[in-house]
């Protein structure tokens, strides 16, 4: 029998599969018993190849199946079909440290799989990663209403909408938004800073820019404002709680991933990994013309200017101690922490205990303490993943890198996974 490696995914049929899609990997036509080695390839849009592997025993009829068997070495361990997929790592190790996968366009991403036994024989499969599944359509906003992509799912609708919004890296998070619109959802990326015209820094960031987006999506056919969620990551997660508080009639829903019940300092625009500069402490958002209150960070280095923001080089990479340390003179009663008793609808919190950034569990369960004491405890939902760290989100794919940002690989890569399932739950309940 010529072996065949076998791709079945849930109600598809293509080679192509978006990202967020579980895969099953079956080798068959092996001798019973042979040590077969599964691989799987790929390059991102920097040209960097990426690679995992595992080796099985064929069982009694030839066949390797990572859906019941666990690896006896390989680059995962234990029981887990999309182990392949998440465990892939960087070919060639950066210089200064661990790179991560990053994903700066919305191209298919070209996978090869591959099974090989010691006896030669061998066969091999390949499929397109999508970002934007196959159904959903996108167009760009770029105008005085706000900076993002839009995605609409197919079907005449009405469609409930999705609002994403990143975090302090600026920009816009496009991947998360098109993969829920593959679950029928109309989402908007939409960016708040960092991306022209918009502001260059978090920074006084006016928080009127809702409304100018939500005109936007009440024009847009086929959609219902009336069913509209906010999802945040980060800054963006405490930003999504900020919007459902300030305009709580036009927002259904709240997903925080990493969030903060209170609104920190503003984040200046740095140039350079190495640049350490003083900043004056201001807010991050106004409203009305006026800045909210803020809590100041807590850094290793001030002068008489402000904080000095930058890489410590005891530690590079962890801001934990600089937003965890000024916690302790703050309750929810503090003028910083946003009024989240204000939120309408249900609100999905989801952390890391692990994170390395901020404190997100102790941050979610502030919040969830807010909402408790003004009699709303019933409306929020926190979901914690011990070993996880701070970029909780896609699931599947290469969690190799992010360690400095907390958790471990495999912590992470079940974070994402488990996380991206409650999630959409979550909006599907609230929004169907």
């Known amino acids: 029998m010529t072996p065949r490696l076998e791709l079945s995914a849930e109600a598809l049929t293509s080679p192509s599969y978006p990202v967020d899609t579980r895969i099953s990997l079956l080798g068959t036509g092996f001798r019973p018993g042979a040590r077969v080695r599964l691989t799987a390839t790929v390059r991102t849009e920097d040209g960097q190849r990426w690679a995992s592997a595992a080796e099985f025993d064929a069982d009694e009829q030839g066949s390797v199946d990572p859906t019941q068997m666990s690896p006896h070495a390989g680059t995962y361990v234990g029981i887990d079909e999309m182990g392949l997929f998440w465990s892939m790592r960087p070919d060639a190790r950066p210089e200064r440290g661990p790179t ?9 991403l070209c996978v090869g799989l591959t099974a090989e036994s010691g006896d030669g024989r061998s066969a091999t499969a390949e499929i397109n990663w999508l970002l934007v599944p196959p159904s959903v359509s996108c167009e760009r906003l770029v105008d005085p209403d706000g900076v993002g992509i839009f995605f609409r799912p ?14 302090s890296n600026g920009g816009i998070s496009a991947a998360h938004a098109a993969l829920l619109a593959g679950h029928g959802f109309a989402t908007l990326a939409l960016s708040y800073f960092g991306v022209d015209p918009l502001p260059r820094e978090l920074i006084h960031v006016p928080l009127e820019f809702w409304r100018r987006a939500r005109s936007w999506l009440d024009r847009q056919h086929g959609c219902d404002p009336d069913r509209l969620a906010v999802v945040g990551s980060s800054k963006g997660a405490e930003l ?24 920190y300092q503003g984040i200046p625009a740095l140039r350079g990994q190495s640049e350490m500069k003083p900043v004056t402490p201001m807010s991050s958002w106004t409203l009305n013309g006026s800045p909210l209150p803020f809590v100041r960070f807590a850094g290793h280095r001030t002068t008489g200017t402000g904080l000095m923001i930058g890489p410590s080089e005891a530690n590079p990479m962890s801001l934990k101690e600089m937003h965890e340390n ?40 502030m919040i969830v303490d807010r909402l408790a004491g003004h009699g709303r405890g019933h409306l929020v ?19 190799y890198g992010i360690e400095s940002f907390g958790g471990g690989p495999e912590a992470n890569a ?9 999630a959409l739950t979550f909006l599907h309940t609230h929004l169907d």
């Open 326 to 365: 000024p916690l302790a003179d703050i309750d929810v009663d503090h003028p910083a922490f946003i009024a989240v008793e204000r939120i309408a609808g249900p609100v999905l919190l989801i952390s890391g205990a692990d994170d390395e950034i901020w404190p997100a569990t102790r941050l979610a369960e």
């Open 381 to 399: 939902r926190h979901v914690s993943y011990p070993n996880a760290g701070h970029l909780i989100g896609i699931p599947y794919l290469p969690t």
């Open 240 to 263: 999504a709680l900020l919007l459902a508080s300030c305009y709580p009639s036009e927002i259904t829903a709240v997903i925080g991933y990493a969030p903060s019940g209170v609104v």
């Open 100 to 108: 991560r996968f990053r994903l700066r366009e919305l191209k298919p």
């Open 414 to 422: 079940a974070a994402n996974a488990d996380s991206w399932s409650t």
């Open 154 to 167: 197919a079907g005449p609708g009405p469609h409930p909408i999705v609002v994403v919004l990143g975090g």
